[in-house]
């Protein structure tokens, strides 16, 4: 049932060919889903303000190319994520005016006007490895609206090169750590800073980091209260969660 | 070196029985961390106007007492978390006007004067056995100034439950949400909501359940991109970092 | 918004105190999960026909008898499952009709007529270290209607007190395999019937079993393809399902 | 022992050449299971009336190619789950009659008479990465008799798409629910319909999704009494058991 | 059926009221295992001549005594494994004249004329901590008849104490190594050694040795190939099997 | 020191140019270990009377070839395990009297004149993917000297099948079991048989098989108490050890 | 074989009644394990300089007191680790001039003359809850001789904290660093000094710290290449190693 | 600020155009790290004395010889860790006068002036499927200039190999063991030497050798006390602790 049904429906009870109780009861089983379904999209898009989003992994380069395209048909920001080169090059074919970003194996597609950033997340890295985590949430958070500065290779067993950025990191409204190995750095910067930290646990290590998960353990350990986590590798949620703060730190 | 003693350098600097390259050689090596880290505790309680926090899970009633009692006695709010009634009893012997709230296992004490609350937390919770964390994280927010609304027993076996509270749920600038066994609730939410999602995975279950690694590795791998996760039953955790946002949102 | 506040909102559209367009717009806000929630209860209660159920673990006695007790006095059947002896102590006071399974910590109160069971169950279990879960899940099936037959002591090591029990098992509907240590029985149940095996592991078992873990993967493993599995020591879950199963084939 | 060798020694009592004593001694220790092999075999088919099965993982598609057509020559329905391009080519050169299903990795034979379906079974999945599974599953289900609903893509993180579906999964007689990260979606479907959901884990994911294993542990700490769980991506299996149970209610 | 109703079918087909084909259908049906069990008993007792074991871990006092007591009454020799003080306190007062050995937790009575011992098995620890699953081991191979040397606190940090024995270890026919921590004795033992050796794990050790997992996880990827293992803490299994391989070596 | 020089040392003593308390000192710092290192080895082959085995898994194809062809000139037999293709091609291009197990991966060459099989091995395996562990095993116990018996496909979801078995099973005087998936058998085969079982988990399955973990968890947990473990796929180990029990039993 | 034996077996020879090759052949096969044993362990004190250790969990408080008493009575320093307060009881009971240390659970007795302090050890640890590690590794590094700085709850997130103990910790010669939860520490401090560092991850936390192995595992995979690490809480063993290294720096 | 604006802002003072509280100021917010970056890596590197590092692994051949061929550049030894043979093809292109050392998969480049080796470390591997790790050890503390004694192939499983090398081992300041499958050398090696031994768990084996994990487990759960760990196949870590320790040693 759409919105013109609905009217229909009620224009049958104002002009007397339904009953209430008729109505009532095709009111009480409506799919109202529909509907809702409608209306959720719409405040959605109306309250967040933010791009459309594409996991590619996974998905054919055609099949992501041509949703893709199909979301810039409408005009709004696009953003595909954990994409390769081959999936790169058929987007940039159906669209030319995207852009692949390939630390960040991220293709971004701005079409709206340009802004005043909508606060500010720093991103940092403790290693230069941990860098396509790091771009991804960078590149993410810039196109969500949102100033970026990136810290990277600032991991604690060098711990100057951190402390060397405490001015910048003091005027972010949320920081973003991503770090591989033994993931500590989310929890000295979440003393150093007053703004919740997202930390991003990294694949990045061998032997005993099973592929993320001591870093992963590690922040969920982490004695700063204000560090909270998302998966391994996983910089979209970590920007997505942050340029929410952000956003609303700055209104 | 304290302030004291740092001025009394650059006097000699002034007086010129030291040169700027004899001052610069001490300095270099100054253990500025004794001035630093006053300054860093005096800025962090200015900007985060937070309250003092005790984790009294191993600490003996005893120790627990007399922090707390020192504490309160600079006039500050005070918390105190993982506190059985052992604890409690004492903690209230010595600080008759601390509060003990039984089920988050938390004891506060208010000093500072009544305020508009700063910003609104939402807490949720799957089942009544997720309550102790629940508890936690909103005694938690309250203490720190938030707006607190409680929706608890909405898990997702009964959806509709839920869906009923989407009002009051549009209206958070954050939302808590606890829950053991699968840990799905968060997922559900984060899809209805367009703020942060802090999940908190709670040791609720029994079996494959694993004290609660179940429900954290299903919010880990949450395909709401706006959910992050804290440790398991680390309800503190979430509002600390719920209220800073609430707080940013609120400004 | 209840069916009599519906009612009205449609009359006023009826009388033209209010146009369709008007009536639409409230609609489309109505918290239709109200009207939706009782609804669906009514709904499975119907299609059911099944107890209410309490989770008594981690439930003070009280508290679940004076749920015991409220939901007994809507004349339905009642099941409390993981009940110890305080529970049952506490329950029984207050609802003398109620009846303790100590093996299977389980109190039950049947308020039903009598009636011809709802299709047949078998309960097997390897050994009498499973009888706790097997129990339970037989206690449960048959408050929910089911004829129940146990099968127990017939582990995989003594195959041939197994095969003995053929033929009645090839009479069940469903299956209910309750094992702990290595999990192999219902592997070797599923290549004899023709019927779903709800296999239940139990966290009977020392040093490598890790508590049901080794008999949950090694059901989950099984290569009889009518195998599916429940939680560890999930009796209730397993004769749920296989009553629903059975209730299902006796029509 | 065969039948030929049993009637010959019963004709030899018959003929007093044997004594009911001597030809007691003789069966008692006759490997009956020679007998009860063909026996079992033959009631399970006429009982199940299911296809036959093979599983094409890890077997050369020349090997895979050979069985399939020897068990097509006997007239009865063939299924190979598992099977790759290579032996989808093999298999169809020497059975053109055999259908290849890319996405659910299957081939199938049908050679039964058309017939109605027995029961309806609904096939849902979260995201579009699940399919393979989920096709696996629909796939085997329809060659195994049953009416298959497919319903994909509805996802808890946008629940109203699930919602929309409630008035299908009413009329289903099994669910199937195929679903990989945080593996929530089982426990909703089960608190919304009144029938056995059997929960499938994907390995889709990435990071602390654990090839499946979060998926996996969130199903079996489900909330819904009425879930259980097969293997990791063991779409083959669900539908083995939903078809049971579809077939089962559908007499 | 039993042996009377089986010679009463073959009497009807002598005095042909029963055809060979009648009594074919019949004979294929019949409850064989009912024949079988007992023959099997049978045949095990004989080949083995082992003692009745009880495993009384989870079983109260007063039923371990009385399947005791009752196995007792049948004149073969008796073993219980992990009985505790209550439980040796409860046989031993039914039947006097078994006997608790502490630290072995277990129960024997020797009811057998003396025998020469049934070949030579040499039960070594690694520290006096696993000498709860060494007794175990030495206790259970000595009342199945082997002849016993214990080698204990000859754990490989010291190996000098091992090398001391290694004319002792040369007369055994198979040897029982418990060692809990690293687990590293079984892989110096099996290089030493031209028989069998059981590996025992101990869940001996504290943080990363996991209740025995690391000793078990060692072993199974011992270096020596004729190490195999048993579960955790079993020292029962292992002489079991131990005791087989002497007795067959003895012969 | 050599033999040479130990002579040498004892010479000086019998001239009295070094009294019995100066070459006791020697003595006690003797590098022993030389000595004893060829004397070891000498007396193992003795012993064992076993073939030098080579575990080419890791090696490169010409290095397994030069220590394959050198171990076979000192004309013994010869066992490579875990050999490819191209190892193989390498090691029969230097040794043609070698030979290549495919199914096994196994090199071996016999050298030593033929002789009565010292003992007799069963080997079975659940299904037809377990075979590479079967053929190592059993190619193996042949090479060392054992009758083997393969009983291969005998699953028990179809239980019969291995008790059509039971016959050739008790002849053997060790078993060697191979199963994957939920590695139920050799708890079966255990309660079937009176000689000690060597089980091999092997990583057959998928998902929840965890690369053979729960296969070996389940071998662990055995309920028959005659079951020892090996590693996942360790046929080379199982065989080894079965060799030696058949062998002693042989005797 | 003991010393006088020898020297007899030499005299043999010094008296020509046995030949050098006669000779040769005895000492071939002599068990010289047992000259070894005593050789070695008098080397290894001489060596070491180390006081004897007894690890008393597990141990009854008798034993312990009892072996106590005997190395006592030996004039060496003794060291107890893990002993509760009643095994302290009996320790001192026995032995009055030893002396307990509660929180690092250790009983030592110095018998040792007074002597300058053999290298430098600092014992860091993160937070309060980590002491009884970080005294039990400080008090046996000071009962083996060393000096001890104590550096306690330095955790990193208030990295000023320990920041401000650069100097100190800049003439340690060995660092010992003890931490739960996300054990961060040692890597920061890695990086901080120039000689080795034991970390000591300890069972500090709770639910995702899974008893201390977060911080193993964090700690394996420190970035911080001159750390290495200890089994949970055994800070003995850190002590232990981090004398050695300090005696061998400091002379 | 660097030296020079730190000098003008001390100059300032003497000129009396800053105060002392205005200098005071401004110093406690200086960005000091970044002076402290320079002294502190050049401090390090002094007391030192070792060369520069580079990860190899994750990082293109060009990147790692244009960061090798600046380093170099600086006139230190330089070394590469990790690196496969294109990089080593890229890095010797660019550097001739740099080795490649294929098996320990490391490029070194000394240009340091030749000395006496500073301190000797033993370093021993189980098996020749260690020597990766093994060699990685060997050069890294060669190249920081110890003298190094490789002891190869000396497993458990043939103690009497390990056992030959003891006087070499004797003489060693540092200890390496390098082992994989069960772990179990670092444990015999800990109890024949006086000096810390590094423990390297290498990722050999297979099945449940877990990639290393059983090793490493076994490692942390050493008798040994003087046995410390690093990660899986962490030689160049090994190396570098133990050259810490050999260096302070030989002063």
Redesign the interface.
């Known amino acids: 049932m759409n ?1 013109t049904s ?2 229909e429906l ?2 049958e ?2 002009r ?1 060919t339904l ?3 008729q ?2 009861g095709r ?2 089983n409506l ?7 409608a ?2 999209d719409h405040h ?1 898009s109306l ?2 303000g933010l791009p459309e ?1 594409i996991y590619a ?3 054919s380069p055609e099949h992501t190319s041509e949703i893709f395209a199909r979301m810039a048909a409408t005009g709004i920001d696009v953003l595909a994520t954990r994409a390769d080169e081959a999936t790169a090059a058929a987007v940039l074919a159906a669209t030319p005016t995207a852009k692949y970003h390939q630390q960040a194996r991220a293709i971004t597609l701005r079409q709206s006007p340009p802004a005043a950033p909508h606060g500010h997340v720093a991103v940092l890295c ?4 941990d860098l396509p985590a790091a771009e991804e949430a960078a590149i993410t958070a810039e196109l969500f609206g949102a100033k970026v500065t990136r810290l990277y290779d600032v ?7 951190l ?2 950025q ?2 910048i990191l003091a005027t972010a ?1 949320a920081v973003i750590v991503c770090a ?5 750095l989310p ?2 910067v ?3 800073v ?3 930290v ?1 930390a991003v ?1 990294t ?32 910089g ?3 920007a ?2 942050a340029t ?2 952000a956003r ?2 700055h ?1």
């Open positions: 919105k609905l009217l009620l224009a009870v104002q007397g009953t209430p109780e109505a009532s009111l009480a799919p109202f889903e529909d509907l809702d379904y209306k959720i959605r309250r967040n989003v992994a996974g998905k403790a290693g230069t490895s991991g604690v067993a060098g711990i100057h090169r402390l060397a405490r001015d409204n591989g190995m033994e993931g500590a929890s000295v979440g003393g150093l007053a703004v919740p997202i646990p694949s990045v290590g061998y032997g005993a980091s099973f592929s993320g998960a001591a870093a992963l353990l590690g922040m969920l350990n982490s004695c700063s209260p204000n560090v909270c986590v998302v998966n391994i590798d996983n979209f949620g970590a997505y969660t929410m703060i609303a730190s209104r």
